[in-house]
């Protein structure tokens, strides 16, 4: 199945910024929606973003709207998480996930189908205020 690997953690200030990135091995994600994941230190796993196949229409879980932006460029197979205005709530380990179509990350969606990736060792973001 698709691998991935993500990257572009770091330890910042609050109001900060970073980027993520998530490569995919093992096949095109050009046809995938992909998505951000987090999991802070007491929380489960909570879904942050995610993007159709064209990056065109996106998702935000809403603690993060007007601040994190999703895109990717399928020529890289890469997906991308800019993140402004870092808050403490922000810090936790990030991961990025392939999935089917968009309504897959819908956390209200009952029927939605699972990664097309195998889950990728994350990247740690810490926001210190």
């Known amino acids: 199945q698709v691998r991935v690997i993500e990257s572009g953690g770091g330890v910042r200030q609050t109001g900060g910024s970073l980027r993520l990135s998530c490569v995919a091995s093992?096949?095109?994600?050009?046809?995938?929606?992909v998505g951000w994941y987090r999991q802070t230190l007491h929380n489960e796993r909570d879904f942050v973003a995610a993007a159709d196949w064209s990056g065109r229409a996106t998702m935000y879980a809403d603690a993060v709207k007007g601040r994190f932006a999703i895109s990717r460029d399928n020529g890289k197979n890469t997906v991308y998480l800019q993140m402004n205005s870092l808050r403490e709530g922000d810090t936790g380990v990030y991961y990025c996930a392939v999935r089917y179509g968009l309504q897959d990350f819908d956390p209200e969606n009952k029927e939605a189908r699972s990664n097309v990736n195998s889950w990728g060792r994350g990247t740690q973001v810490i926001v210190n205020s």
């Open positions: 093992g096949g095109s994600i050009g046809a995938s929606a």
